[in-house]
């Protein structure tokens, strides 16, 4: 009995697992080292937690058997390997959010399927395209004429050219019409593209209001006249319709820069029947006759919703001197100066039943006469005008501050105010006959109206 409990005492010790003492100077022996255990079994002085030798241990090291994988390393792209333990492969290197499965070039973060296509050359959005739907692309205008310019209705987007950049040309099938080419009178064709078809504009077609006058196509034609000032003096020698593209307040016509002589620098010389001007400002003009405007026996000449200012008769009209008949309507006169009639001097020598003067809806403020008729002098031998609506105020003169009428007046509806007579008539200054109906005539001096 006693040699079994021995027996069995033997073979239970042999089974212990025993260390292996490793050469050593050292007491007590020491063993092979187990890793992440926190014994130093090999006597170095710490535990071994670095196995595959990279210098990071675990948790830091993702992978301690293999000395490739470890924080910092250089990652390789595309293998499946988180080389540098950040927990994902190297698949977006352009750092653009897409990874290499939707990213079509994943060294430009500017290339990726949100991104604009640009006119680069380059499939920026990654739909397999290049160029196409460019957000920078320009706008083309078909030029099928080849004249250089485009049709407005006819477009193309892209980056490379397709027609023009134009889209002023009115018909893109004929190379002689676009913008600039010459007016052909008589072919019914608008050629340059301005909106009148056999009509010259000024400051468009022509560099001159009388260059355009000098080239309309037939009598009776509006010869229009594109804003800005133009510094000339004209001469309307047929009958024409003269008219701003806009109006009085953009289109100015300045006769101040006239080698003429001071006495021959009207501004527009109509010397011509039915002729009208409309929508011009009227200025700088200076002559014996006229300043802003000069007419002798026409017939048929209106002058509509114009500015004559600023212009001096040496005698006799300084915004206007009219010796025939016509209509002024909607004016603004005011600032002229003259020895007899400073806004206006009117004469219709016609006496019949075609014929007639009137005078309506006029601003005449501000003007000068010397003598008689600060804001209009009407020499009625033969026929009265017909004064109506109109506003005549602030006028001065020696007699007549506001009219002066020789050989009747006819008034109809006027507010005659405010103007000044150094003698007699502040208002009206009238000789044998006055007739007048619903004016508005106060405060005039040294009197409204003075019968001689």
Known sequence: MRFELILLLCLTLA?????????????????????????????????????????????????????????????????????????????????????????????????????????????????????????????????????????????????????????TDCDDTNPWTHPGAPEE????????????????????????????????????DTVWVSPGTYVENVVISSSVVLEAVESADTTTVDGSDCTRGP???????IAASDVTVRNLTITGGTADLGGGIFVDLRLGVRVEDSVLVDNIALERGGGMYLRGCGALSGNVISGNSAALGGGLYLACPYNGDDNSLTIDSNQIVGNFARVGGGGAYENGIDLRALWSGNDIRDNTSDLGGGIQ????????????????????????????????????????????????
């Open 15 to 167: 089974c212990q697992p025993v260390a292996t003492p490793l050469p050593t100077d050292s007491s007590p022996p020491c063993f092979e080292e187990i890793p992440y255990d926190g014994i130093d079994q090999d006597c170095d002085g710490s535990d071994l937690t670095d196995v595959d030798g990279d210098g990071h241990a675990p948790p830091a090291d993702c992978d301690d058997a293999d000395a490739a994988r470890y924080p910092g390393a250089e990652e390789v792209p595309y293998d499946g390997i988180d080389q540098d333990c950040d927990e994902s492969d190297a698949d977006d290197l352009d750092g653009d959010g897409y990874l290499l499965a939707e990213d079509c070039d994943d060294s430009l973060a500017d290339v990726n399927p949100g991104a604009p296509e640009v006119c680069n050359g380059i499939d920026d959005d990654c739909d397999g395209t290049i160029d196409v739907d460019a957000t920078d692309a320009t706008l083309w205008y078909a030029d099928t004429d080849a004249d250089g310019y485009g049709d407005l209705s006819v477009t193309e987007r892209s980056c490379e050219p397709s027609g023009g950049t134009d889209a």
């Open 185 to 220: 009178c008589g072919d019914g064709v608008d050629n340059n593209c301005d909106g009148y078809v056999d009509q010259m504009v000024a400051g468009l077609t022509h560099y001159s209001i009388q260059a355009a006058l000098d080239a309309m196509c037939a009598e009776g």
């Open 263 to 269: 006495d021959q620098c009207e501004v527009i010389e």
């Open 405 to 452: 009428g020789v050989y009747g007046l006819w008034t109809v509806g006027n507010t005659i105010q405010d103007n000044t007579a150094f003698t007699h008539g502040g208002g009206i200054w009238y000789s044998n006959e006055w007739t007048g109906s619903g004016d508005t005539i106060t405060g005039n001096a040294p009197d409204d109206v003075y019968p001689n």
